[in-house]
């Protein structure tokens, strides 16, 4: 199948007399008609579904067809964005670990890798595109255990260059785990240029209607985590009977391990309903990602072309600096654009102001247009070096460009210009 139809069929086909539509499974609980099976189960999770703190069939369907538009072997849902990034790394490292990271990457994670996992034990190292791969290897330390990066990042823009950062993590013996969010896998698939494992904030363009946060971590099956850095996948895991994930799950040992050991404990799982709605934005996520892309390459050029704007970050734009890097990742650039109004943090509020249509919320990549203004919202915890890190200027602007008419659109933007 094609993304616009594994979108809709994935991860759930209806047999004879069953439901159209993904069904709620509303329980928490699962009968079995003996201890025995219940025995089963727990001693083989993939042999059934017993309790939905880790698991729930209408979650599951999703999950499948998450795995199945990123061509992975398997993935688990969470309750947010947030949880996907920390599941994605604690699965792998524990205290007195580190990982790489790109700076370039959304707030709230740099905020999680900066100060949290420190708290945890876990030292982020960043590495800047810009070095060498020679530099960058540098940077690995013993106990580096991934490198961590954004396929467009939230809210730099940057193109990641999934190939040569794979390349880096394999010669020194660890994962890339790439957040796909802004991409989506309809955009890009990041296990065919070599990432291990791929994670999504599901709020943004997956959901893309605003109506719930999720997020989710998804497994290619292709690392080999035998290679003597990863005990806790090849040892006997103590906390479940013992089990070796690599020698019993093989492929999937990943995938397993984070739902039966971190799933278990954290338990920070979405409902069935959560993933019912979210299964209705998956079904028409490959339309959708099409027009965000039409429209928000318009708003871009438009920007571009006008005397108020001091620049435009698209990436689909002829002027980007990873224009390159987009045609070689990328099948449209997403629908999120950040530009650099003439006069800094006032004129960018005076513009903020001046819309009528785009709204001004604390979120992208929702159905309608809207704009945040990063150095006073989300990364209003980040001090002036960490700003510039991410690359973020006072007087930017982020606009997620929406599915409405791109002339309204147009108009909009031109209007709230006008009045600076
Ligand atoms: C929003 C976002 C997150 C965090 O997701 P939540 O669902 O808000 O927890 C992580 N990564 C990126 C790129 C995001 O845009």
Known sequence: MRDETKCLHSGYTPKNGEPRVLPIVQSTTYVYDSAA??????????????????????????????????????????????AASLLSILNICKVGDSIVSLPTIYGGTINLFSFTLKKLGIECIYVDSESSDEEIKAAFKENTKLVFGETIANPALKVLDIERFANIAHQMGVPLIVDNTFATPVLCKPFEYGADIV??????????????????????????????????????????????????????????????????????????????????????????????????????????????????????????????????????????????????????????????????????????????HPASETHRQLTDEQLKAAGIDGGMIRLSVGLENVEDILEDVKKALDSI
């Open 37 to 82: 099976e219940v025995a089963a189960v727990f001693d083989d999770p993939t042999k059934g579904i017993i309790y939905s703190r880790f698991c729930n069939p209408t979650v599951m369907a999703v999950e499948e067809k998450i795995a199945d538009l990123e061509g992975g072997v398997g993935a688990m849902c969470t309750t947010s964005g947030q």
């Open 199 to 372: 994670i999504h904030s599901t709020t943004k363009y997956m959901d893309g209607h605003a109506v719930q946060v999720g997020g989710v971590i998804v497994d290619s099956g292709r690392f080999d985590w035998t290679n003597g850095k990863f005990p806790e996948l090849t040892e006997p895991d103590e906390s479940y009977h013992g089990v070796c994930y690599t020698e019993t799950y093989g492929k999937m040992a990943y995938i397993i391990k984070a739902r039966m050991q971190l799933m278990r404990d954290f338990g920070v799982y979405p409902a069935a309903h959560s993933a019912f709605l979210l299964n209705l934005g998956l079904e028409t996520l490959s339309v959708r990602m099409r027009q965000y892309c039409e429209n928000a390459q318009a708003v871009a050029e438009f920007l571009e072309g006008s005397d108020k704007v001091e620049s435009v970050i698209y990436p689909g734009l002829k002027s980007s600096p990873d224009y390159e890097l987009s045609k070689k990742y990328l099948k449209g650039c997403s629908g999120v654009i950040s530009f650099i109004i003439k006069g800094g943090r006032e004129a960018a509020a005076r513009f903020m102001d001046a819309l009528s249509l785009a709204s001004n919320e604390v979120h992208v990549a929702d159905i309608r247009t809207c704009v945040l």
